[in-house]
């Protein structure tokens, strides 16, 4: 199943899609003159860092024995074929075409032999990146992955049970049509199961929370007039332009 939140004027529809249509409680309304929002409304977002080892080495960084995590706020978010806003002052900002992992139900304190269990299902992220303002242990990422409009999401969620247990899915990103990252989610370092897990030992994770699990190899810098497609096997594809801030 698809589920997406969609806005129409002034009103907000959540729902399962089927064909050109998205189905709420309120009926069946037609995927026509609408915005399209994030599908989810996460209390937090975690991302993974350096969870593709080729992606680690193009940083020159080391992959850490634990998964290494970030944070992004909620308000970074934005949903499909809304623009990126390119940041006054930045210089070097990347693209980053990645698996998210939707939290189902409250999660913690569990073992990785349930942890998909407490997944809802699976979306598609790009995890925009100033990496100048990422210099060295004492400026962490927050300000650097939490500009406004920094994290595109959706177009909607896959629920776990059309992806399956065997999470092995193509990841592609295109800059205006040019493929610039292929990657696939068997390289990640740290599993799905074991972040969860990993998560869980310390933080209540809660319906609606977001997992960032990595971007495979070949970021570079995006400029303003470009478009991202990250396209996810199974899922679909998370389009948006990057314009410049007014």
Known sequence: ????????????YTGR???DYLFSDKGPIELRDIKWLPPCEPTKIIG??????????ELNLEVGKEPLIFMKPPSSMIGH???IIYPKGAKFVHYEGELAVVIGKKCRKINEREALDYVLGYTIANDVTARDFV????????KAKGFDT????GPYIVTRDEIGEDIRLDIITKVNGEIKQ??????????IPRVITFLSEFMTLLPGDLILMGTPSGISPIKVGDKIEISIEKIGTLSNNVV???
């Open 81 to 83: 074929l809304e623009n």
């Open 17 to 19: 899609i089927e064909g």
């Open 244 to 246: 410049e801030e007014k």
């Open 48 to 57: 993974l860092a350096l969870n593709f080892k080729e992606h680690a080495q």
């Open 1 to 12: 199943m698809k589920i997406a939140r969609i806005k129409v004027g002034d009103n907000i």
């Open 182 to 191: 292929r990657g696939n989610t068997d390289q990640f370092v740290h599993s």
């Open 150 to 153: 920094f994290l595109p999401l």
């Open 135 to 142: 210099t060295n242990f004492f400026r962490p990422p927050i």
